[in-house]
């Protein structure tokens, strides 16, 4: 199993990005992606999650509003799409993948892979 985070970069404070979680390698079409950052100094923190029976979706307070997620099953994708960004949101951002039993959408121990971080830097 492969994941893969990509779109992060710079952007002034109210912009706006888009992240992917490109897929590969899983036969199940029941599992949960989540989204997770880590800033400096920090833990990592969950922030939002889709489960693919429904496609129903978590958010955390600090981004609901704010960030949304969505997927495109043909791409084996996932999106994360954020705006009005603060300074606050800049971060390392992880996409990773779970089994739907007895998950926790914000906890990194319901997720089995992860793929590498994609930087976001949130400045003026």
């Known amino acids: 199993v492969q994941l893969q985070a990509s779109g992060g970069g710079l952007v002034q404070p109210g912009g706006s990005l888009r992240l992917s979680c490109a897929g590969s390698?899983?036969?199940?079409?029941?599992?949960?992606i989540g989204w997770f950052r880590q800033a400096p100094g920090k833990e990592r923190e969950g922030i939002s999650c889709?489960?693919?029976?429904?496609?129903?979706?978590f958010y955390t307070e600090v981004v609901k509003d704010r960030f949304t997620v969505s997927r495109d099953k043909a791409k084996n994708t996932v999106y994360l799409r954020m705006s009005s960004l603060k300074p606050e949101d800049t971060a390392v951002y992880f996409c990773?993948?779970?089994?739907?039993?007895?998950?926790?959408?914000?906890?990194?121990?319901?997720?089995?892979?992860w793929g590498r971080g994609t930087q976001v830097t949130v400045s003026s």
């Open positions: 990773a993948l779970g089994g739907l039993h007895g998950y926790d959408c914000t906890q990194p121990r319901s997720y089995d892979y």
């Open positions: 390698g899983f036969t199940s079409d029941t599992f949960v």
């Open positions: 889709i489960n693919s029976m429904d496609d129903s979706t």
